[in-house]
């Protein structure tokens, strides 16, 4: 079963614009949620993380924003490039093994 | 670059046949995951390895195995391949005592026909 749940599915957003990606998990077992950006023919590259203890980090034009109590976090992406056009995963670790959601493609128009 | 190393890239087995991936970790890290991803999907955890013993397993049957070296590298092996097993394997190395950053590989694109 999938144990993080990421929407949409997909994305189009206009040059400059903001990207924003949401996942959800149930396990209270995860401390450590990473964001991981993948190319066609690449494996996937780490973006961005937080730990539960922090509400949000931001890290030049990418910010992840957590709530523990609704067990969600999202990822948001400010003045969006074509560069940034990529599949989005975020995932989740216990025991460092990590669970991935099902990804988001994103589609940057110039 | 992640440092972390896959080989071969791409390779075209026959279903039934045995198949060897191979993994080299980053410098200073001790442990190792294996994930496969099928074509459209997120990565699943197939296992990991740290100091050369299996620590934890997803939900994938025993032929699916796994070896990792007092280097820290690694390896995947599938045995009895199937059709369904077609996807990019992924290679992970991350330092064991945190959840850490976990720094993937290329993959390799196993192809079963």
């Known amino acids: 079963q999938q144990q993080v749940k990421q929407s949409p599915q997909s994305l189009i957003v206009q040059k400059g614009g903001i990207s924003i990606i949401n996942c959800a998990y149930e396990?209270?077992?995860?401390?450590?949620f990473p964001w991981y950006q993948q190319f066609p023919g690449k494996g996937p590259a780490l973006l961005i993380a937080?730990?539960?203890?922090?509400s949000e980090k931001k890290e030049g034009r990418f910010t992840i924003s957590f709530n523990k109590s609704a067990k969600q976090f999202s990822l948001h992406i400010m003045d969006s490039q074509p560069g940034d056009s990529a599949t989005y995963f975020c995932?989740?670790?216990?025991?460092?093994?990590?669970?991935f959601g099902a990804g988001t493609t994103v589609t940057v128009r110039a | 670059e992640t440092g972390v190393t896959q080989s071969p890239t791409h390779l075209i087995k026959t279903r039934g046949q045995q198949v060897t991936l191979r993994c080299s970790s980053q410098?200073?890290?001790?442990?190792v995951s294996w994930y496969q991803q099928a074509l459209g999907q997120g990565p699943q955890f197939i296992f990991q390895?740290?100091?050369?013993?299996?620590?934890g397993r997803g939900n994938f049957p025993p032929r699916f195995s796994g070896l990792q070296f007092p280097n820290y590298s690694s390896e995947l092996n599938v045995n009895a391949l199937e059709l369904d097993d077609s996807a990019l394997y992924l290679c992970?190395?991350?330092?064991?005592?945190?959840?850490?950053?976990?720094?993937f590989g290329q993959g390799t694109r196993l192809t079963v026909v």
């Open positions: 937080i730990r539960p203890d922090v």
């Open positions: 396990n209270t077992a995860f401390d450590y």
């Open positions: 410098s200073g890290h001790n442990t």
């Open positions: 995932a989740a670790s216990a025991y460092n093994k990590l669970s």
């Open positions: 390895y740290y100091r050369e013993e299996e620590n």
């Open positions: 992970a190395s991350s330092p064991f005592f945190a959840n850490t950053e976990a720094f």
